[in-house]
């Protein structure tokens, strides 16, 4: 009898079990697109792959309904950006911006702002090094030639 015990506590999850049977491919386009959703809860943009919240197991349940079914990432993109939830009727948020119009902006800015930094420390420097002249050195460059074009005796 403690035997027959023993066996059910250790096979009952695995009798029970919940899970789809999902090839890798599509576990990782689960976990992809779960990483790419924030909880709609909350205001701190934490993936629904991370988050025990029941809209967030709703939104993993969803996600894995329709690869199961063959759609494809945009597709489940484009209705979960349709998606609605609670009473307040809160949307889904995306943690990656698209790669389309405004997108690409967001994808860019990191490299455009590198770009920027490293033009102004390289005009910043060429500023600095035009600085260390000193009135007398001016004078002696700039002088015989400011003479010279105001005709003024040396």
Request: net charge neutral; charged share 25%.
């Amino acid at each position: 009898m403690c035997r027959i015990l023993v066996l059910l506590t250790f096979f009952t999850p695995f009798l029970f079990s919940q899970e789809s049977q999902l090839t890798a491919k599509q576990r990782k386009l689960v976990s992809k697109l779960g990483q790419s959703v924030a909880a709609p809860c909350c205001s701190n943009m934490i993936p629904v792959a991370f988050h025990e919240s029941q809209w967030a197991f709703d939104i993993r349940d969803f996600i894995e309904e329709r690869v199961v079914a063959g759609d494809s990432e945009r597709a489940i993109f484009d209705q979960l950006a349709k998606l609605e939830f609670g009473s307040e009727r809160k949307n889904v948020t995306f943690t990656v911006p698209d790669r389309d119009g405004l997108g690409y902006l967001a994808w860019m800015s990191p490299i455009i702002l590198i770009g920027l930094g490293i033009f102004a420390v390289f005009i910043f420097r060429r500023l600095k090094r035009h600085d260390k002249l000193s009135d007398d050195d001016l004078i002696a460059s700039y002088g015989p030639i400011i003479k010279a074009q105001l005709d003024l005796p040396s």
